[in-house]
């Protein structure tokens, strides 16, 4: 089973653990029938940049992510 990882500001421990409930289930429900078998971990976080960059550079790979008006991109890397 995969981790999420709730990175999240302002708010508290029993908020943090309704909500990882939360999104375990509706990621459950969208990955039916999906081969997850390498999925670690889902990080949800207030510092996305700062975070994914760090990632990026930890297991040196290419840094950047997409950047538009309306936010920032989601991000997803599968390490071979």
């Known amino acids: 089973?995969?981790?999420?990882?709730?990175?999240?500001?302002?708010?508290?421990q029993v908020q943090?653990?309704?909500?990882?409930?939360?999104i375990q289930k509706l990621v459950l429900q969208l990955i039916s029938g999906l081969d997850i078998n390498d999925l670690e971990l889902i990080v949800y976080t207030s510092a996305f940049k700062v975070?994914?960059?760090?990632?990026?550079?930890?297991k040196l790979i290419q840094e950047g992510y997409t950047e538009a008006s309306f936010g920032s991109?989601?991000?997803?890397v599968k390490l071979h």
Do not use: P, Y
Not at 1 to 11: G, H, K, P, S, V
Not at 51 to 58: E, H, N, V, Y
């Open 16 to 22: 943090k653990d309704a909500a990882t409930k939360s």
């Open 51 to 58: 975070d994914l960059i760090s990632f990026q550079r930890s």
């Open 73 to 76: 991109a989601v991000a997803k």
């Open 1 to 12: 089973m995969f981790e999420i990882d709730l990175r999240i500001q302002d708010i508290d």
